[in-house]
């Protein structure tokens, strides 16, 4: 069974850009959850999708946002970047939720500029 | 929210050492993990250990769910063991929470 896959694996943006990031979910699995990982804050939790609706949020402002499409694949955006905005990003999935195992991918690693 | 502390923070080995890796967290949880982040940046599942005992070939865990903690056991280590281990919750928040990770270095 294939991993989680995530894409791009690399970006590089300006401030004031947007962004959005891609993540696939191990077939089967419904639950798609994005974290935020600096090495000021660590990992971060920032929201979490099931069957195409947010059943979760972390203490992000509103320039983050999601969502899931019904193939369970799911995408971020960013927009108005900022300098702090640069870190690891990362999506796991699971069956049906944080009750579940999650798996993670291999991330995407936003530079900002 | 519930607060998950790991330790040590930093611990460095010889090849062929063994070491226990610490969790302790503040409230019940539904869920508990431990993950090995690998220098790409990739989090490589170790344990889904909510409570009780597991192996894994040099690696094993033990959560006392009760006693709101966890430890993560390495024996015999290689230098391929090396990163950072972090430790994961999910509480009543329904939030998977890491704690801030323990930094492993093994020397040849």
């Known amino acids: 069974k294939a991993g989680v896959t995530q894409t791009p694996r690399y970006l590089i943006k300006t401030r004031g850009q947007q962004v959005t990031l891609s993540c696939s979910p191990i077939?089967?699995?419904?639950?798609v959850s994005w974290y935020q990982q600096t090495p000021g804050q660590g990992l971060q939790f920032l929201f979490e999708?099931?069957?195409?609706?947010?059943?979760n949020k972390g203490n992000f402002p509103g320039r983050f946002s999601g969502r899931q499409f019904s193939n369970s694949r799911s995408e971020m955006n960013v927009s108005t970047l900022e300098l702090g905005d640069s870190a690891l990003y990362l999506c796991a999935s699971s069956l049906a939720g944080y009750y579940n195992e999650q798996f993670f991918g291999p991330g995407t690693r936003l530079t900002v500029l | 929210g519930i607060q998950v502390e790991q330790s040590p923070p930093d611990l460095i080995l010889q090849e062929g050492a063994n070491s226990t890796l610490r969790c302790n967290f503040s409230d019940s949880v539904n869920n508990l993990q431990w993950f090995h982040q690998n220098p790409w940046g990739q989090l490589i599942n170790l344990f889904y250990?909510?409570?009780g005992t597991k192996q894994n070939g040099r690696l094993s865990a033990t959560t006392v769910a009760t006693e709101r903690y966890s430890l993560l056991y390495i024996s015999s280590s290689q230098t391929t063991d090396s990163g950072v281990y972090f430790c994961?919750?999910?509480?009543?928040?329904?939030?998977?929470?890491f704690g801030k990770g323990t930094l492993l270095t093994v020397n040849p």
């Open positions: 077939s089967g699995h419904r639950s």
């Open positions: 999708y099931f069957s195409e609706t947010q059943r």
């Open positions: 250990i909510p409570s």
């Open positions: 994961a919750v999910v509480g009543s928040n329904y939030k998977l929470t």
